[in-house]
C-alpha cells in the first residue's frame, strides 16, 4: 500500500510553499496525505494534487496510520509533538530546531548523508537551518573532492526567515521611507518609521531593515554570538562528518524578501582550482553555475527566488590564503532552505 504523508504546520509560511511543492513534484509516492495545523487553523481547505483536504487540529490520533510526518512548526511545538508522531508509528521528518544537535537524530541534507536516513533510533530526522542548508550543496560537492578543512561564511539573510511576521515588517518599512529622501543622515529611518507608527518595538528585527543591514539574526547566545552563527558551525559539522571543522560565521539580516546568500570563504586539505570547483559544481544536479563575473553574471536573490537548486558564482582562488576558494551562494531560504529539504527527505524515506 501506498504510505501515507502527513504535513504537520501546514498553514505556515514554510507550510505553504510545501504544498506548492507537493503540487509540482514529478513522482507521486504517496497514498493519503493529511493536512495538520493548529486548533486555530483546523478546518480550513488547502487542495493537494486536485484534492481538496481539510486541515486537521493537532492531536496524538491525527498520526495513527502515518508513515511520514514532516513537520514545520516551532521548535517548543515541534519538542512535544515530534515525539508523539513518532510513538505512533511515523517517521518524523523535523524542521525546527528542537533535535537537530541530539546525537539521536540525523541532521540530513541528501547530496551530503543521505544515508543517515536509516540510522534514526528516535523515530526523527532533523532537517538543518536554512543558512547552513543554503550552502550545503555546493559545499559538500568540493568537499568529497578536496576535504574541507576551515570555513568562513558570511550570510545575507532574508527577512522571510523571520516568517510572515519579517515580510510584512520589511514591506511596512519600505512603504514608510520610499519617496521620502530618507537614508542619507544618521537616525532619519529610524525617525521615518517612528513618524509612519512603526516603532521598532514592534519589529521582529532589533534594528530598521529598510535601506540598511542589520549584524543579528536569531537570538543572543553569549560571548558576541548570535545563534544563526552558532547553527552555521555546529550544523556544518555535523551533516559533514567533520567534528573539528573550523568555522566562523556572521550572520547578517539583509532587506531581501526570501533568498538566502552567503559569501563563503574555504579551506581544504587539497590544492584547488576554479576550473575543477567547475566541474564538481556542474556535476552536481542541484547546483545551478552561475559564473560570469565580467559580464555581470552572478547569482542574486532577485534572480534565484522561488528556484529548488543551490546557486553558485564568483568562484575564485584566494589571493592570500593556500587551497582556499571563495564564493558566493544564493538558495531560496524557504524552498531548499526549509519545504524542499525535508520533503526531498520525506520521499528518499517513501522509496525505501
Ligand atoms: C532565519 N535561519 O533566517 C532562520 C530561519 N530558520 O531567521
Known sequence: MAPTLALVGATGAVGSVMIDILNARPEWPWGEVRLIASPRSAGKKLT?????????????????????????????????????????????????????????????????NLDKIADRPRGIIANPNCTTLSMMAALGALHRTFGLRELVVASYQAVSGAGVAGVERLYAELAAVVGKGVGVRAGDVREALEAAGLPLADSP?????????????????????????????????????????????????????TTHSLAVHATFEQPVTVE??????????????????????????????????????RIRQALDFPNTLDFFVCGDNLRKGAALNTYEIAEALAKR
Open 48 to 112: 493537494v494534487r486536485g484534492e481538496e483536504l481539510t486541515v486537521q487540529a493537532l492531536a496524538p490520533e491525527v498520526f495513527d496510520g502515518v508513515d511520514v510526518a514532516m513537520f514545520d512548526v516551532p521548535d517548543e511545538v515541534s519538542a512535544e509533538w515530534g515525539p508523539i508522531a513518532a510513538s505512533r508509528g511515523a517517521v518524523v521528518v523535523d524542521n525546527s530546531g528542537a533535535f537537530r544537535m541530539d546525537d539521536d537524530v540525523p541532521l540530513v541534507v541528501p547530496e551530503c
Open 205 to 257: 528585527f532589533p534594528a530598521p531593515l529598510a535601506l540598511n543591514v542589520v549584524p543579528s539574526a536569531g537570538s543572543y547566545k553569549g560571548d558576541g554570538w548570535f545563534s544563526e552563527e552558532l547553527k552555521v558551525r555546529n550544523e556544518s559539522r555535523k551533516i559533514l562528518g567533520i567534528p573539528d571543522l573550523k568555522v566562523s560565521a556572521t550572520c547578517v539580516r539583509v532587506p531581501v524578501v
Open 276 to 313: 575543477r570547483a567547475h566541474e564538481l559544481f556542474a556535476a552536481q544536479p542541484s547546483v545551478t553555475l552561475v559564473d560570469d563575473p565580467s559580464n555581470g553574471v552572478f547569482p542574486t536573490p532577485a534572480d534565484v527566488v522561488g528556484g529548488d537548486p543551490t546557486y553558485v558564482g
